[in-house]
């Protein structure tokens, strides 16, 4: 099922065109090349899935690809994406908040 559903999102052909395209070869997939075919293609799925099928498409070696931190790789690549930034952003003005008096009804 997982097969199928991987080829409705993103189909072989695809898959090999873009590597082709970025000229990885046989064996010659590493995890940067997997992170930015999920970015560059705005995919849905998972690195760990495109990660399968290049295994599979013999693109990497088995294991090869195995326990790869894909988020903190990403972020290194491309950035902390916004919403992980704003989310910052509004705990530290939580925080802020929290941390000052409230000055209502002292103003005269």
């Known amino acids: 099922m997982e097969l199928f559903a991987a080829e409705l999102i993103f189909p072989e052909e695809d898959f090999r065109n873009y590597m082709a395209a970025n000229r990885v070869g046989v064996n010659g997939c590493t995890p940067e090349?997997?992170?930015?075919?999920?970015?560059?293609?705005?995919?849905?799925?998972?690195?760990?899935?495109?990660?399968?099928?290049?295994?599979?498409?013999?693109?990497?070696?088995?294991?090869?690809?195995?326990?790869?931190?894909?988020?903190?790789?990403?972020?290194?690549?491309?950035?902390?994406?916004?919403?992980?930034?704003?989310?910052?952003?509004?705990?530290?003005?939580r925080s802020y908040n929290k941390s000052v008096p409230c000055l209502a009804g002292r103003i005269a």
Request: proline residues 3%; aromatic residues 8%; glycine residues 4%.
């Open 33 to 93: 090349v997997i992170v930015r075919l999920k970015h560059d293609t705005g995919t849905t799925l998972s690195h760990s899935s495109l990660a399968k099928r290049a295994v599979f498409l013999d693109y990497a070696q088995p294991s090869s690809l195995d326990k790869i931190q894909w988020v903190k790789l990403s972020e290194s690549l491309y950035g902390e994406p916004m919403y992980k930034r704003l989310l910052h952003l509004e705990r530290t003005r």
